[in-house]
């Protein structure tokens, strides 16, 4: 499953395809970029990062791809299982360290 | 364990109450930071502290005070001239030598009645 376009709020996967996450930045400046993952009534957990000096960052099952050409985003997560079920936020960060987060994807995935 | 919380986990209160929200790390972080999240919304920047006894207004910081008196405490003060109280609470903590991950608590949910 993907979610293309500035925001698409809900993308729903099957359990084992691959997910992926867009998110659109809008500060030319953001020099560091965050992935968040909130499960209902939780705090966000990190999943991964990226500083914008690099174009791709791998963790396990996910892996974050940064287009500064186009100020563009994307999380993947690899072989996406039920406890991938949650909201995704994007957030971005330039020189004074304060994080400004999208309006956040969520994923639903499938049995 | 080395962590954030947040307490209480539910708060209610009347309308023309003031409520203090406590968030506690153990991380020896430097900065703190509170964000109000409302339904099917992003999170927005309340207030942030870089170092105690100081702290910065964030995007939404208008029926809202803090204090930073210890580096482990950051505690929020919704006022009762804070139009729209009712939301999701965050509080978070991070190094601030950065920019860098920033560690969340688990959230107070405060309704007003």
């Known amino acids: 499953g993907e979610s293309v376009g500035l925001h698409l709020p809900t993308l729903s996967v099957q359990e084992g395809d691959n997910s992926i996450i867009n998110c659109a930045y809008s500060?030319?400046?953001?020099?560091?970029f965050i992935w968040y993952k909130q499960e209902s009534g939780k705090g966000p957990q990190f999943i991964i990062d990226?500083?914008?000096?690099?174009d791709k960052r791998q963790g396990q099952r996910v892996t974050v791809l940064l287009n500064k050409t186009v100020k563009h985003l994307s999380l993947q997560i690899a072989a996406t299982q039920p406890g991938d079920s949650a909201v995704y936020f994007c957030?971005?960060?330039?020189?004074?360290?304060?994080?400004?987060f999208g309006a956040g994807t969520t994923v639903t995935v499938r049995a | 364990d080395g962590g954030i919380t947040q307490s209480p986990k539910y708060l209610f209160r009347k309308e023309g109450q003031n409520v203090t929200l406590s968030c506690e790390q153990n991380?020896?972080?430097?900065?703190m930071y509170w964000y109000r999240q409302d339904p099917g919304q992003g999170l927005r920047l309340i207030y942030y502290?870089?170092?105690?006894?100081?702290?910065q207004k964030g995007d939404i910081a208008e029926g809202y005070s803090v204090s930073r008196e210890k580096k482990e405490s950051f505690p929020l003060t919704v006022t009762s001239a804070q139009k729209n109280p009712t939301a999701f609470y965050l509080c978070?903590?991070?190094?601030?030598?950065?920019?860098?991950?920033?560690?969340f608590g688990p959230g107070t949910r405060l309704t007003v009645l």
């Open positions: 502290s870089q170092i105690v006894n100081d702290f």
């Open positions: 500060n030319s400046a953001s020099d560091y």
């Open positions: 991380l020896n972080h430097d900065a």
């Open positions: 978070a903590s991070s190094e601030w030598e950065g920019p860098n991950e920033q560690f």
């Open positions: 957030a971005e960060t330039y020189n004074d360290y304060k994080l400004s």
């Open positions: 990226i500083r914008s000096n690099m």
